[in-house]
């Protein structure tokens, strides 16, 4: 792994430079890059300092740190005659003044190509992996930060292959893919084993055109887990919605999906258990200067918690981009995860409300200078467990 941290870093100090910014968005199944045309490979590099008050996550001793972190990135793509391949891989290292044994490293991979076989569809292939550190007072050590003298590693990978049919001016548009991941903790597997598991699914969307910029969409998905070491919690979910969407720019686009999901388990210890579901998305872009965008949906997920238990989930999420000047710009961007924690004998019920507000600046075309807050609060049933946590920064952005 460390090898792979080096070369990432390396590319970033020495490739040629481009000015290009692509953005890549991903949820626990799929993942999706932005496009440009041509090969293009961009290395990046961040790098910040700062100090966070309550790094153990405690209600009632805080412990304050200082936090070095260095995040070389790199975005690769190839565009062939029908093909296209893009790859980004990032990496982060973090330094800590006062927990030196909490050092570490997070790194990701996605990867997704694309291949055009007749005029208007294609088949892709996704894949995605994940490896990160879970900080002492957060996850399997809620509440207890001290009980561990350093936190867990858990990683999380995905790979799926689909089908897609017309483009966005199409009548009629429709995307399937079939795919398996799977989640482990890394460490402490006499603990963490029975939370393992993996999952086999398939999703299909389809959008038709009913008037201007308007489509009827709907959305299916089923999923298969299965928990070789917890047999209790294999359980197949089920998803339907319908609604419109609309999109009259790149900049301004409405998603309003309604409909249910089902968890459905295979021993009688859990209820199955059917609730409403939604997922909405809006982005609007009123003035050149100014973008808001706001997401809000529900979903079933597995527990981070020793006891035997599923994750009911609703989530809330605003972003606001303003630009002051063509150098000065604000990002401003705020989550409520509402979280129900069903156990065979128990409920717990969670909000984590995280924020942040950045201030950058464009001292050059390659060079970005940026200090940052952000703030997070944790409420749970269990008192002991919740925390207040704020964090201030600064630092520097290097895109070559």
Known sequence: MRVLLLFIAFISYSSTAFSETVSSTRDSLNGEFSFSEGNLLLPQIKTSYG????????????????????????????????????LQAQASHFNFSEFSGDDHYDYSLLSKFHLRFAESQKIFATGFIDDKYEYRGTGLSLGDASALTEGDRKRNQFVNVGYLYGHQDS?????????YRDFSYLTREDITKPLAYSSSYLQGNFDYLITGKTYFSTKVQLEDFSHNSNMDLERKQYLALAGVKW?????????????????????????SNNRFAWQVSVLWN???????????????????????SVNYANYYGVK??????????????SKLMDDEFVGLDNLIKEDHISA?????????????????????????????????????????VVTF
């Open 171 to 179: 009548m009629a548009r429709a995307k399937f893919l079939v795919g």
């Open 320 to 333: 606001l981009d303003y630009d002051f000047t063509d150098r000065f710009l604000l990002h401003i961007s």
């Open 247 to 271: 999109q009259s720019t790149e900049l301004t686009r409405l998603l309003f999906l309604f409909g249910y999901e089902k968890a459905q388990f295979d021993n009688s210890l859990f209820k």
């Open 356 to 396: 942040s507000m950045r201030l950058q600046y464009r001292w050059r075309h390659w060079l970005n200078a940026f200090v940052q807050y952000s703030y997070d609060n944790f409420d749970s049933t269990i008192i002991k467990d919740n925390y207040d946590l704020r964090m201030a920064s600064f630092g520097f």
């Open 51 to 86: 100090q966070i008050d309550n790094f153990l996550r405690s209600g009632n001793e805080p412990q304050a740190t200082n936090v070095l972190a260095l995040s070389p990135e790199l975005f690769i793509q190839t565009q062939g005659d029908g093909s296209l391949f893009q």
């Open 286 to 308: 009123p003035i050149q200067r100014l973008k808001l965008n706001f997401i809000s949906g529900s979903e079933i997920k597995n527990s981070n918690k020793i006891e035997k």
